[in-house]
Nanobody
Framework: QVQLVESGGGLVQTGGSLRLSCAAS????????MAWYRQTPGKQRVLVAG?????SPNYEDFVEGRFTISRDNAKLYLQMNSLKPEDTARYYC??????????????WGQGTLVTVSS
């Protein structure tokens, strides 16, 4: 198992920047992929960006080049620039664990709230 703790959320004006962090602890050697998701009240949690074990990132289209995901061992980051009001959401860190090729499951953090004012 792993524990994920996010930080870095807050209130920012349109066009501003925030850097989210996620610190993993526990069986971190089994983490293969990590990702950021976000969720607004009444809506499903959606993928924002992910990074695989090799460090290759992927982004959802709505990121539009504004966000950068990075990973440093058991830490995950999301640099968010040019923030828009529609980016307002609770952002969650996700980690998928493997024991070799055997899938162990995925874990979530508690989330960090990002609010972008217009």
């Amino acid at each position: 198992q792993v524990q994920l703790v996010e930080s870095g959320g807050g209130l920012v004006q349109t066009g501003g920047s925030l850097r989210l962090s996620c610190a993993a602890s526990g069986s971190t050697s089994m983490i293969k992929t990590m990702a950021w998701y976000r969720q607004t009240p009444g809506k499903q949690r959606v993928l924002v960006a992910g990074v695989n074990a090799g460090g290759s990132p992927n982004y959802e289209d709505f990121v539009e080049g504004r966000f950068t995901i990075s990973r440093d061992n058991a830490k995950l980051y999301l640099q968010m620039n040019s923030l828009k009001p529609e980016d307002t959401a609770r952002y969650y860190c996700n980690a998928e664990l493997f024991d070799g090729s055997y899938y162990l499951g995925y874990f979530w953090g508690q989330g960090t709230l990002v609010t972008v004012s217009s």
